[in-house]
């Protein structure tokens, strides 16, 4: 499912965001060290190996809502933005830090000239963040990045399973 906003085609599938060819950039949900972990982490950098680790120890730590870009390495991908979304609960104001994470990462991609971004659902494995209050969260602030935006042409949300992929287009077809 997708929806145009001014120049901006958003999209929701549901997928393994490792596997993003045609993107130029995929978002990693990262931890505060950068590290290969479980969940979106783990996977994003088995799939990049051992060089994304490598380039990203130099960056970290990185705090709730900040993002750092790096080579995507053996994914298909030219970029990864490294997100730390914030623990729901712990880090406050949790909405705030999680819109962070969205614009900061579209800031950088504008900055590097990104024209395709593929996202995941940033915080809401194992941070718990609650799905349908993320999906709002995170499209609000991008429909307001949207005017900003001069070279990100295509945002996409990779979703795990089919209940997160129907709660994306359903926040995304209200909005």
Request: proline share 6%; hydrophobic share 45%.
């Amino acid at each position: 499912m997708g929806k145009m906003a001014g120049n901006v085609k958003i999209e929701c599938v549901q997928a393994d965001i490792t596997k993003q060819a045609g993107f130029d950039a995929i978002v990693n949900a990262a931890n505060a060290q950068l590290l290969p972990g479980g969940g979106v982490a783990g996977a994003i950098h088995r799939a990049a190996g051992p060089g994304l680790a490598e380039e990203c120890k130099p960056l970290a730590p990185i705090k709730p809502g900040q993002a750092v870009i790096t080579g995507g390495h053996n994914l298909p991908n030219s970029y990864v933005i490294h997100c730390l979304g914030p623990v729901y609960g712990v880090d406050k104001p949790s909405d705030k830090l999680l819109a962070d994470c969205y614009r900061n990462a579209l800031e950088l991609a504008e900055q590097q000239g990104i024209t395709s971004i593929a996202f995941p659902a940033i915080s809401t494995g194992i941070f718990g963040y609650p799905m349908e209050e993320a999906a709002r969260i995170a499209f609000k602030t991008i429909f307001d990045m949207i005017p900003l935006l001069v070279s990100v042409k295509v945002i996409r949300f990779v979703l795990w399973d089919r209940k997160a992929l129907e709660v994306h287009e359903r926040v995304l077809e209200e909005i």
